[in-house]
């Protein structure tokens, strides 16, 4: 005779099994080139070089070097920039990348995205959140981000039982916010994007403002 409570108590508990095995996505792969990631964390124009080329395409301009340059002081040291370039010279693209390099390397904790309007602040976060999913030399040198959101598949509830192992990843997947993955040795973890509406910047580690 069958015992179908039997049946049923294996059904459920490979139905677990599968889902436990669906939240664990040890092992995070290893950087595949180190050195271009240390040079990258090390310099902005590296960065946009090394994971961008398919963006900044053309030979640097005085003005672009200039705008690097002043980037790079506002992200290590604190400092306040306001920009104005022409319309399409590539600012909005620039400033965007200089937000996921000032988060992914560790140097902020905290970026703003401001813009006039709703639909503009969150399609500024949605373009760097597709760069992390989609970006396959992001991928190769920063897994510790990458991999871990790569494995969302876009699906933001997986987020709350995501772990590495039994350690969460504490991803934040939301419209108008990304939390980065915690991931044991990533200077990113926890760093938090977020957008807003606004013309008035308070005491903020970084802030992206674009109309």
């Given at each position: 005779?069958?015992?179908?409570?039997?049946?049923?108590?294996?059904?459920?508990?490979?139905?677990?099994?599968?889902?436990?095995?669906?939240?664990?996505?040890?092992?995070?792969?290893?950087?595949?080139?180190?050195?271009?990631?240390?040079?990258?964390?090390?310099?902005?124009?590296?960065?946009?070089?090394?994971?961008?080329?398919?963006?900044?395409?053309?030979?640097?301009?005085?003005?672009?070097?200039?705008?690097?340059?002043?980037?790079?002081?506002?992200?290590?040291?604190?400092?306040?920039?306001?920009?104005?370039?022409?319309?399409?010279?590539?600012?909005?693209?620039?400033?965007?990348?200089?937000?996921?390099w000032?988060?992914?390397?560790?140097?902020?904790?905290l970026?703003?995205?401001?813009?006039?309007?709703?639909?503009?602040?969150?399609?500024?976060?949605?373009?760097?959140?597709?760069?992390?999913?989609?970006?396959?030399?992001?991928?190769e040198?920063?897994?510790?981000?990458?991999?871990?959101?790569?494995?969302?598949?876009?699906?933001?509830?997986?987020?709350?039982?995501?772990?590495?192992?039994?350690?969460?990843?504490?991803?934040?997947?939301?419209?108008?916010?990304?939390?980065?993955?915690?991931?044991?040795?990533?200077?990113?973890?926890?760093?938090?994007?977020?957008?807003?509406?606004?013309?008035?910047?308070?005491?903020?580690?970084?802030?992206?403002?674009?109309?």
């Open positions: 005779m069958v015992d179908y409570e039997i049946i049923k108590e294996r059904a459920r508990r490979r139905s677990r099994e599968a889902s436990e095995d669906a939240r664990n996505i040890a092992p995070v792969p290893a950087v595949v080139n180190p050195r271009r990631k240390a040079a990258a964390c090390k310099s902005f124009k590296k960065f946009c070089e090394s994971y961008f080329s398919d963006v900044f395409y053309l030979k640097w301009s005085k003005i672009h070097l200039a705008v690097i340059e002043k980037i790079e002081r506002v992200v290590n040291n604190g400092e306040i920039y306001a920009l104005a370039m022409p319309r399409g010279s590539g600012k909005t693209t620039l400033f965007q990348i200089a937000v996921l000032a988060a992914i390397t560790g140097r902020v904790e970026v703003v995205l401001i813009a006039a309007n709703a639909n503009r602040a969150s399609q500024l976060l949605e373009d760097i959140k597709i760069w992390l999913e989609t970006n396959d030399k992001l991928f040198d920063f897994p510790e981000v990458c991999y871990p959101i790569r494995r969302l598949e876009r699906v933001a509830l997986r987020a709350r039982g995501q772990h590495i192992d039994g350690e969460p990843t504490r991803i934040g997947w939301k419209a108008s916010e990304l939390v980065f993955p915690t991931v044991k040795g990533s200077k990113s973890s926890g760093a938090l994007l977020s957008e807003a509406i606004s013309s008035r910047v308070g005491a903020l580690p970084f802030v992206f403002s674009t109309t």
